[in-house]
């Protein structure tokens, strides 16, 4: 059984930041394509970024430049480092995992294994 846990969430003021992390039990991590998510109230969840096995990297439009996403397989760890946040990255931000190795995956039906989500709130 897989299993995924984030952590690191909270509030922040506007041009702050936060780093998420995600850490992953039960199979081979490194294996594994690692995406981040976000859902805000009332809107469909939305594709953050993703990062496959190779740590090839690719980021929605919305946070290009300020996200990082980067993992750390000795850890089965993956982060996303949040810079200049604004408030319209409120939401809360789920992470998944899929066994397709080697590719960037932007649908959430890609993914297999998510975590409960960490609520990210960016105050103006």
């Known amino acids: 059984q897989v299993q995924l846990a984030e952590s690191g969430g909270g509030l922040v003021q506007a041009g702050g930041s936060l780093r998420l992390s995600c850490t992953t039990s039960?199979?081979?991590?490194?294996?594994?394509?690692m995406g981040w998510f976000r859902q805000a109230p009332g809107k469909e969840r939305q594709f953050v970024t993703a990062?496959?096995?190779?740590?090839?990297?690719y980021y929605a439009d919305s946070v290009k430049g300020r996200f990082t996403i980067s993992r750390d397989d000795a850890k089965n760890t993956v982060y996303l480092q949040m810079n200049s946040l604004k408030p319209e990255d409120t939401a809360v931000y789920y992470c998944?995992?899929?066994?397709?190795?080697?590719?960037?995956?932007?649908?959430?039906?890609?993914?297999?294994?998510w975590g409960q989500g960490t609520q990210v709130t960016v105050s103006s």
């Open positions: 990062i496959t096995s190779r740590a090839s990297t």
């Open positions: 039960g199979r081979t991590f490194s294996d594994y394509t």
């Open positions: 998944a995992g899929s066994t397709t190795r080697d590719f960037i995956l932007t649908r959430d039906s890609d993914y297999l294994y």
